[in-house]
């Protein structure tokens, strides 16, 4: 059996007397000991028992499991927030990270978990690279699911309750949620100071006041606009949405319908159509539409002027009727599949369609008649051709009025903020029995229905049937919202959008696909709508006249109503006095005023972050202390805005329509003129959502979801859910590769300990070889000459393990920083160098040169491999500073010196070739040996020797001399008593005297495997002592000089 030390077997410890060890067991002070040694212990008679003592067996207190609420409590304070305030007091260059805010409502999800852990990986490297990392946590405490939660909380319907009352309670839950989510943020390790005034939140004064400076700024430039037009309106939210605040489902099932509306009287260019009109035939517009619900806004119908259109007749068979109907041409088979064939009669052009009048039967208005307009977002991909426009209710069909110069200040919108038919229903249908029907009715279902029965009783609904499409949701509430003309204030997102893409030019993007990705969604804005009809916001403190309604949003005015504001809190818009925010320029005017009740669009609130980022270099004590003054006239003491840059920003890939954007849009807005603007950020990151193990999104109602505090502390089965602590959570969140989606459950945490355990089992033999009694033998002033073969070989490969890792961390791959020692770890170290080496380090003196050279190449390896490991399990690391690195050294932690990098020296091409082709023979005489294991002829690898003898010219030179070269370490390569080079003469022993040996050639080369003539000696277990129960002439020297 080969010799294996318990204590670091790859393949798990075997404690005193056979016990199998367990995960209760590993983590108990028992003493583990090699297995040579075990058997000494149990053999009394056994001559090897005297020689226990004389071996330098491995001593240390490092766990392979530690108790990880004992090691955290006393490592996690050294290695977050007292190593953030330490390096903090640096004069190092400054890695500036930003803060995404989190939103500040319910426990952490696993998001979250990988979110803050990436951030904390990279900002510990940058430590580690000697520079003072600047990361200030925030939360994002405003909108809807707070004021909702508030109100449930309250019992109360939204606005019952005054504003300030509201925002009173909002405030107080929104705190505490913060300190509960500050709280699980610190058991992930995150590196960072967690005070109060180290942190931000979007409810801070001084964060509100710097929004509003920002707000004023834009405002300044004119981009800032308030108009009455179609928006996203979420019934469920009761507040206009921006696009950044859409998700689209993919399957929403809509009732679409066909719907004739009757032409009053054909142009000229149609006469021939209407010879062949039957007696009471009608001529009808038909229009093909999934919102049913919004015909009784209908105010025109659009045709394309390119496109050729066909009079058709179709028969009704229910009322053996006929009636003809205008289709588009490219449609007519499209339509027909519906209602079957159809009798075309004549054909005209979209040009000649334009101005005609018709009727809606069920709904109608007397302001201007209903006509036929040209529009180029007609297509012929789907429909009829012909398309029913809503101005109220389309953003095409608002875009299309205005462009033809039609008045939108008398929208048609019978629609409430609940998405419910309101009294001016009544007004728009024919007959006031039906719109006393759809009054109260929500119009994305009863009312939708309701409409289609209408329809159907004047004759105007031919077809309807069931449409699965694209359709937009509430992100928050994930219900189905509408489109709806209401009076809104906008961003003027158009007027910026090329800066913005210009700006992105030089920022870097990780994955690089990300940016493809932000700058579609940036080409595709226009405007932005920023008010939110909800209370619990940042203020847009507009003032409307009483009278007119006419709001008022200036630079002066907004310069007014901030300052009192910076001097009175932010809070003070909702309690104080109109007459306090009336700006001097408009106190004299006769003109009464009321306070707008708007709020500013969360993802403006949390997009005006950047402007904290100057102060917090500049301030010691609280971010964002000083209030960010616009650059407008005003006050002398406004400093412009400035845009101070980021080294880097990392959120999920969904906020490439939301923070990621709203940053930009922001900066790039706010950018004094005559400089040309930049991004709020040079690097990028985003990463993928967090699935199960079957790539499913987590959910209550499927019972999937994983949150970190149940790999922290273990769920209420400790058998189904065990407590794996934050090392196995972090070496996850590193461990995959976050620029896709990525999964997490119960097999692959499993995983990821099992990988624990064997990182801490690596760095476990390593110290218990590098005792304080083992560093007696001092292994300074080693030369590439005092190392065997395999210790430069180690070398090299840790000289390659470190530059890789280097660049990985570089590059934000940190799943290759977890690869890459792993594969070492498992291939290079515990396959081959700790196998070789223990021998040495067990038998060999403390101060021999092979076995200080063996000792040098631990040190250095620990030392690189705790580098590498320290950013991303960082008590792990430190942990195994304090248990070894630091003893006799004058750093008192793994990250206060530095990043180790493996010298230039160690890279050795030759060592590696040269390693390349032994362990080919390696590999040959470990399948002989194996063969001979697996036949009961060895059980230990020890038992046997080694023959070489090169065969004929098939081998080469350069091998046949490397193996002369080389003959001393093959011994220690091959893990056998004896290896011997045969040149061309007889074998050492001819086979026939040899009870048994096996064979095979490689490359020209045959390698034989024979039982050892010698035997075992009872010290090193090696074969070669000269007499049964005598030690080898090794160990005899040994024992002597000790």
């Not at 009294?423 to 009715?441: A, F, N, P, V, W």
């Not at 870097?508 to 700058?519: G, I, M, Q």
């Not at 616009?630 to 490439?656: F, K, N, T, W």
């Not at 300074?780 to 000459?785: F, L, M, N, P």
Request: a neutral charge; charged letters at 20%; proline letters at 5%.
């Amino acid at each position: 059996m080969r010799r294996t030390l318990s204590l670091v077997s790859p393949n798990g410890l075997r404690l005193l007397g056979n016990k199998t060890a367990t995960r209760s067991t590993l983590s108990s002070p028992t003493l583990y000991i090699c297995s040579r040694c075990t058997r000494s212990a149990s053999t009394k008679a056994s001559p090897s028992k005297s020689f226990a003592s004389t071996l330098l067996l491995p001593k240390t207190k490092f766990k392979l499991w530690p108790d990880y609420s004992a090691r955290e409590s006393s490592l996690a304070k050294r290695t977050n927030e007292e190593l953030y305030a330490s390096q903090s007091n640096t004069e190092q260059p400054v890695f500036l990270f930003h803060d995404g805010p989190p939103y500040a409502n319910g426990a952490l999800h696993m998001g979250h978990a990988l979110n803050k852990i990436l951030k904390d990986i990279i900002n510990r490297f940058q430590v580690l690279k000697g520079n003072r990392v600047n990361y200030v946590p925030g939360w994002d405490c405003h909108g809807l699911p707070i004021e909702s939660k508030t109100l449930e909380l309250l019992k109360a319907a939204p606005n019952t309750l005054p504003a300030a009352e509201v925002r009173k309670h909002a405030e107080k839950f929104a705190r505490k949620q913060v300190k509960s989510q500050m709280t699980e943020f610190q058991r992930l390790s995150i590196m960072t100071s967690w005070e109060d005034h180290k942190t931000y939140r979007t409810i801070d004064r001084n964060y509100e006041l710097r929004q509003l400076r920002l707000l004023q700024e834009m405002v300044r430039k004119k981009l800032i606009h308030r108009r009455h037009k179609p928006v996203f309106w979420s019934p469920s939210s009761v507040s206009a949405l921006a696009e950044a605040e859409v998700q689209y489902v993919d399957d929403h099932a809509s009732r679409s319908a066909y719907i004739a509306f009757p032409v009053q009287e054909l142009s000229d260019s149609l006469a021939p159509i209407q010879e062949l009109v039957k007696s009471e035939e009608e001529v009808c517009l038909l229009i093909w539409t999934t919102t049913p619900w919004t015909i009784p806004a209908n105010m025109a119908i659009a045709v394309n002027v390119n496109m050729t259109y066909s009079v058709v007749r179709h028969h009704d068979q229910a009322s053996a009727t006929s009636r003809l109907l205008i289709i588009a041409t490219e449609l007519l088979e499209s339509v027909e599949s519906v209602f079957g064939p159809l009798e075309v009669i004549g054909q005209t052009e979209g040009s000649s369609l334009v101005g005609l009048q018709y009727t809606n039967k069920a709904f109608g208005h007397s302001k201007f008649p209903l006509r036929v307009l040209p529009s180029t977002h007609v297509t012929s991909f789907s429909g009829t051709g012909l398309v029913h426009m809503a101005p109220a209710h389309g953003a095409e069909d608002y875009d299309t009025f205005r462009q033809l110069g039609h008045s939108t200040s008398e929208l048609l919108s019978p629609v409430d903020d609940w998405g419910k038919y309101t009294s001016q229903i009544i007004t728009l249908t024919r007959d006031e029995e039906h719109g006393k029907r759809l009054l109260g009715k929500e119009v994305l279902n009863e009312g939708n229905s309701e409409v289609l029965l209408v329809l159907k009783e004047t004759g105007m609904l031919l077809a309807q049937h069931s449409y699965k499409h694209r359709y937009p949701y509430d992100s928050r509430t994930n219900k189905p919202m509408i489109i709806r003309a209401t009076s809104q204030w906008f961003a003027d997102v158009g007027a910026i959008k090329q800066q913005a893409l210009d700006a992105l030019s030089d920022v870097t993007f990780h994955p690089a696909s990300a940016r493809v990705r932000l700058e579609a969604f940036v080409r595709e804005r226009s405007e932005w709508c920023i008010s939110r009809q909800r209370v619990w916001g940042s203020p847009i403190p507009s003032l409307h006249d009483v009278r007119t309604g006419e709001a008022v949003l200036t630079a002066e005015s907004m310069d007014h109503i901030v300052s009192i504001l910076e001097q009175k809190g932010p809070a003070y818009w909702w309690t104080g006095p109109v007459e306090d925010f009336v700006p001097p320029s408009l106190q004299s005017s006769g003109r009464e005023f009321k306070k707008g009740t708007d709020t500013i669009d969360v993802w403006f609130d949390s997009g005006s972050s950047w402007t904290m980022l100057d102060s917090l270099l500049e301030s010691d004590t609280t971010v964002g202390e000083t209030p960010l003054r616009a650059s407008s006239p005003g006050p002398a003491s406004h400093p412009p805005i400035r845009v101070r840059r980021a080294d880097v920003c990392l959120e999920g890939s969904d906020q490439h329509r939301g923070w990621f954007q709203s940053l930009l849009l922001t900066a790039v807005a706010a950018t004094p003129e005559g400089e040309t603007p930049v991004a709020p950020f040079k690097n990028l990151i985003s990463h993928g959502f967090v699935l199960d193990e079957s790539g499913r999104k987590m959910s209550k109602s499927v019972g999937n979801i994983i949150s970190p505090a149940t790999i922290l502390f273990g769920g209420k089965d400790q058998k189904k859910e065990p407590a794996y602590g934050v090392d196995v959570l972090r070496l996850w969140a590193a461990g995959v590769d976050y620029t896709k989606d990525v999964s997490v459950g119960p097999t692959s945490l499993a995983q990821v300990a099992e990988h624990v355990r064997k990182l801490r089992n690596t760095a476990r033999f390593m110290l218990g070889n590098l005792g304080d009694h083992m560093r007696t033998a001092s292994s300074s002033g080693i030369t590439k000459d005092d190392l065997s073969l395999i210790d430069r070989y180690v070398l090299h490969e840790l000289y390659t393990l470190e530059k890789r890792c280097l660049e990985a961390y570089q590059n934000f791959n940190m799943h290759i920083a977890v690869q890459s020692p792993t594969t070492f770890s498992n291939s290079i170290l515990s396959a081959l160098y700790f196998d070789i080496t223990k021998d040495v380090l067990y038998t060999e003196p403390v101060h021999s040169q092979s076995r200080r050279g063996v000792t040098f190449v631990l040190e250095k390896t620990l030392e690189v491999y705790t580098t590498i490991l320290a950013p991303i399990l960082p008590q792990l690391a430190e942990e195994i500073h304090e248990r070894g690195l630091a003893v006799g050294s004058e750093v008192d932690s793994v990250f206060t010196g530095g990043w180790k990098g493996v010298d230039e020296c160690w890279n050795d091409a030759v060592v590696a070739s040269e390693m390349t082709v032994l362990l080919q023979v390696r590999d040959r005489v470990m399948q002989l040996l194996e063969t001979a294991r697996r036949d009961g002829r060895i059980r230990s690898a020890l038992e046997a020797v080694v023959l070489i003898e090169p065969t004929g010219a098939s081998v080469s030179g350069d091998t046949e001399a490397l193996l002369q070269s080389r003959s001393s370490e093959l011994k220690s390569l091959f893990i056998v008593s004896d290896v011997n080079i045969v040149n061309g003469g007889p074998s050492v022993s001819p086979a026939s005297a040899a009870a048994w040996e096996y064979q095979s050639d490689h490359h020209g080369i045959k390698i034989i495997v024979r039982p050892s003539p010698q035997h075992k000696c009872p010290r090193c277990w090696q074969y070669t002592a000269p007499k049964e129960d005598t030690l080898c002439g090794r160990c005899e020297d040994v024992v002597k000089a000790s």
